[in-house]
């Protein structure tokens, strides 16, 4: 099965994870589970769970998602994350979030050699180059293939904005 393949394969659990359709916790640790366990992604599980996306990451998926540090939030302009988390900022802030999770499971092998403009959850596409290791729109991939029930988690060293 191809890559494009993968990601349209995504689109409906997706949608479906998205519209509230959210099934039992599996019993192994999903992709919430396994970023808050790792002790840094403590700005993006705040992050995530201000922006009521706990849920989605919780469902069924298979979801890939670029997990930036917090040392790449820390990175972004002085006041940016703590404008994020405001009520006010849901909306914007879970384009951003959205914009770092493909609606299929991606391991950085299915990349290698590729240029490809993957669909995120979010509608807009990313840059993902696999020629060189693993970037995505320019974030480089520091550790790839971090499994979780319903998909895949790579870390990336940038906070990527839509």
Do not use: W
């Not at 706990?54 to 404008?83: C, I, M, N, R």
């Amino acid at each position: 099965m191809t890559v494009t393949t993968f990601f349209k394969a995504g689109l409906l659990a997706a949608g479906l994870a998205l519209s509230g359709c959210v099934s039992t916790a599996p019993s192994a640790p999903d992709i919430v589970d396994v970023a808050q366990s790792a002790g840094t992604f403590e700005t993006l599980v705040a992050a995530v769970s201000a922006a009521d996306l706990v849920g989605t990451l919780k469902s069924d998926g298979p979801f890939t998602v670029f997990a930036p540090t917090d040392a790449a939030f820390a990175a972004l302009p002085a006041g940016t994350v703590e404008t994020l988390l405001r009520p006010e900022n849901k909306d914007q802030l879970v384009s951003i979030l959205t914009y770092h999770v493909l609606p299929a499971e991606v391991r950085a092998a299915d990349l290698a050699g590729l240029r490809l403009s993957p669909e995120t959850v979010n509608g807009k596409t990313l840059h993902v180059d696999g020629r060189n290791g693993v970037t995505v729109n320019g974030a480089t991939v520091i550790q790839a293939d971090i499994e979780a029930s319903n998909g895949v988690i790579h870390v990336i060293d940038q906070v990527l904005l839509p």
